[in-house]
């Protein structure tokens, strides 16, 4: 049972930055794809960024539209840490975020493809 607990949330002003950060109780970076979520209030919860790496043809990281150029998927192998660098946020980027790992194939972020997930913190981007 994987366990992944996210921080890093808080409150911003648009145009700002914040990283969030996963912890997870074991390597899984090779066993699945990690990925960020994140749902609005009477939003259905959307991926946001994910990435896997496999050893035969290397790290691939996937993003939305809506965050590309602005966010950053990172992870720490060492640390079993996964990153989220958000820039430039932005007034529709206000939600919980969540942590999730599971299978992305092809870079699609399905909830229902996602087996464990952090409990979620929050980004509130204000103006």
């Known amino acids: 049972q994987v366990q992944l607990v996210e921080s890093g949330g808080g409150s911003v002003q648009a145009g700002g930055s914040l990283r969030l950060s996963c912890a997870a109780s074991?390597?899984?970076?090779?066993?699945?794809?990690m990925a960020w979520f994140r749902q609005s209030p009477g939003k259905e919860r959307e991926g946001v960024a994910a990435?896997?790496?496999?050893?035969?043809?290397?790290?691939?990281?996937y993003y939305a539209d809506s965050v590309k150029g602005r966010f950053t998927i990172s992870q720490d192998n060492a640390k079993n840490t996964l990153y989220l660098q958000m820039n430039s946020l932005k007034l529709e980027d206000t939600g919980k975020y969540y942590c999730?790992?599971?299978?992305?194939?092809?870079?699609?972020?399905?909830?229902?493809?996602?087996?464990?997930w952090g409990q979620g913190t929050q980004v509130t981007v204000s103006s």
């Open positions: 990435i896997y790496t496999d050893y035969t043809v290397g790290t691939n990281s």
């Open positions: 074991e390597y899984t970076f090779t066993k699945y794809c």
């Open positions: 999730a790992a599971g299978r992305c194939p092809f870079g699609r972020m399905v909830v229902t493809k996602f087996d464990y």
